[in-house]
Nanobody, 126 residues
Framework: DVQLVESGGGSVQAGRSLRLSCAAS????????MGWFRQAPGKEREGVAA???????RYADSAEGRFTISKDNAKETLALQMNNLKPEDTAMYYC?????????????????????WGQGTQVTVS
């Protein structure tokens, strides 16, 4: 079974960078969509970025130009490089995966498109 474990969260000042990692195990490389979501208190979980088995990446408008999603297949690790962080980026960040199909242009950003989740890692920007 696919297991996802996030790491790399923390507290930083605005303008700084953080790199989140998600160790993924128990999957095959044939076809997948993997993404990063975040959820702030009182808000819905929102898609931040996604990458699929073909290397296609997708970003939310809020992440475009500041965040970069990447996948190291050899290390089975999904990463999210976050630069120029803002206070509004403060949230719990989750790694998510769907091993049945590639990311879809409309649904990649919605939680229901994924069936595997990590436990989350907190990012606080002040």
């Amino acid at each position: 079974d696919v297991q996802l474990v996030e790491s790399g969260g923390g507290s930083v000042q605005a303008g700084r960078s953080l790199r989140l990692s998600c160790a993924a195990s128990g999957y095959t490389d044939s076809r997948y969509c993997m993404g990063w979501f975040r959820q702030a208190p009182g808000k819905e979980r929102e898609g931040v970025a996604a990458i699929d088995s073909e290397g296609t990446t997708r970003y939310a408008d809020s992440a475009e130009g500041r965040f970069t999603i990447s996948k190291d297949n050899a290390k089975e690790t999904l990463a999210l490089q976050m630069n120029n962080l803002k206070p509004e980026d403060t949230a719990m960040y989750y790694c998510a995966a769907n091993m049945a199909y590639r990311c879809q242009s409309v649904t990649w950003r919605f939680w229901y498109a994924y069936n595997r989740w990590g436990q989350g890692t907190q990012v606080t920007v002040s």
